[in-house]
């Protein structure tokens, strides 16, 4: 604003020194022949800058007040001028080609992995994306993503893996399991049922012995029987006994067979297709995600900036890793120039639209006020030259009617 003053100013003080001078000219009395010209191009200079103030003061209003035909142009025709500055603006300034070139020439990969590498700069991008983080955990995802995204995770718990490595390390871990603990708990219990229930299982041996055998015989038989038992068991709690060493080798063998005839597959196969078919898969993978979703909610409200710092690691070493090659920035550049391109593309009428909006919008001395601040100054000395034009003009025609006499 402080241009235009002074533009319009000194336009004023060209105008006004000219009248001045035309004038002067009626003061001295019968003239001689130069100061016929002065007046002659004090004159014409007057109307030319007359003329070309109304001209420019009739684009934003009428000239003192007065609502002569055809002015305040701008004000009347700022629909029409809005559409225009809108398609201007989309023909233009909105053109795909030009700004995915102006892009290239930027080469923000450099910027970006510049701007990240400062650990201020990662911590202010770890820190919206871990309010984004936790923004997302407060709601449930949509119903169509959701069931999308364990249609996805049911195709892939069904075909990801080799059913036949599966068994494979079920089997080992079995046999693992049997000499850690898993076989001397069962003999345990093998055992203890026994000698808890010894009357129960002498009865269980004199049930199926010999009608003709004494009852007598037939009970320290039984006793015996027992007692063999818990002792067999004794010596099968003997990791060092031939008899443990004899019994794990025979486990063993039939775990092995068990995957060898591809008994072990079949039924890993058929657990993982009963699992998915049944829900188990779904109920098991809804009940973990909300166990994780509570769990990260609840840490992020104790303590809101926990993810702050490993994301910011994550991001630097990530524009690090992924901006450190120049082929790889220049590939980054290609791919965000054409994005902005595409998307330049696709939104530039709603661009337009937007632009032409906000100027329709505007109150007419509000319009006034923004085009005068761009475009016064230049107007203005649209004036001067006007005035100065016509001087020069006047005193042209005056001499040239001069040498015709």
């Given at each position: 604003m402080d241009a235009l003053r002074r533009t319009r100013r000194l336009a004023g003080q060209v105008l006004a020194g000219l009248t001045v001078v035309y004038f002067a000219t009626y003061l001295i009395g019968v003239p001689p022949g130069w100061l016929m010209l002065v007046r002659a191009m004090a004159e014409a200079g007057m109307v030319g800058g007359l003329a070309d103030w109304f001209a420019v003061t009739a684009l934003f209003r009428h000239p003192l007040g007065i609502p002569i035909p055809h002015t305040a142009l701008?004000?009347?025709?700022?629909?029409?001028?809005?559409?225009?500055?809108?398609?201007?603006?989309?023909?233009?300034?909105?053109?795909?080609?030009?700004?995915?070139?102006?892009?290239?020439?930027?080469?923000?990969?450099?910027?970006?992995?510049?701007?990240?590498?400062h650990p201020q700069n990662a911590r202010l991008i770890a820190r919206d994306l871990s309010g984004m983080l936790a923004a997302v955990l407060r709601h449930d995802p949509p119903p169509r993503a959701l069931a999308r995204g364990r249609q996805w995770l049911r195709a892939q718990a069904a075909h990801l893996g080799s059913d036949a490595a599966i068994a494979a390390g079920i089997a080992d871990l079995v046999k693992v399991g049997a000499r850690r603990g898993l076989l001397d708990d069962t003999l345990a219990l093998v055992q203890r049922t026994i000698d808890e229930n010894r009357d129960t299982a002498v009865d269980l041996v004199r049930d199926r012995s010999r009608w003709w055998i004494a009852?007598?015989?037939?009970?320290?038989?039984?006793?015996?029987?027992?007692?063999?038992?818990?002792?067999?068991?004794?010596?099968?709690?003997?990791?060092?006994?031939?008899?443990?060493?004899?019994?794990?080798?025979?486990?063993?063998?039939?775990?092995?067979?068990?995957?060898?005839?591809g008994a072990l597959t079949r039924a890993v196969t058929e657990a993982r297709l009963q699992l998915i078919r049944s829900g188990a898969f779904d109920s098991a993978l809804g009940a973990l995600t909300e166990e994780l979703r509570a769990d990260a909610l609840a840490r992020l409200a104790e303590e809101p900036d926990l993810m702050v710092e490993p994301i910011a690691e994550l991001v630097r070493g990530f524009a690090g890793r992924a901006l450190a090659d120049p082929a790889a920035r220049a590939a980054f550049d290609a791919r965000l120039a054409e994005l902005a391109g595409?998307?330049?593309?696709?939104?530039?009428?709603?661009?337009?639209?937007?632009?032409?909006?906000v100027i329709a919008g505007w109150e007419p001395a509000e319009l006034n006020a923004r085009f005068e601040a761009e475009l016064g100054p230049d107007l203005q000395y649209i004036r001067i030259n006007g005035a100065v034009l016509g001087t020069l003009i006047g005193g042209a025609l005056f001499g040239f009617e001069a040498l015709l006499g």
């Open positions: 701008l004000p009347k025709n700022q629909a029409r001028a809005a559409r225009n500055v809108g398609r201007f603006f989309e023909t233009h300034f909105l053109e795909p080609a030009q700004l995915e070139a102006r892009v290239r020439a930027l080469e923000p990969s450099g910027f970006i992995a510049g701007w990240v590498s009852s007598g015989v037939d009970r320290e038989v039984a006793n015996l029987v027992v007692r063999g038992v818990l002792s067999m068991l004794d010596e099968l709690h003997s990791p060092d006994s031939s008899l443990r060493r004899g019994f794990e080798e025979a486990f063993d063998g039939m775990v092995e067979r068990l995957a060898e005839t595409r998307m330049v593309g696709e939104l530039r009428p709603q661009i337009a639209t937007y632009v032409a909006d």
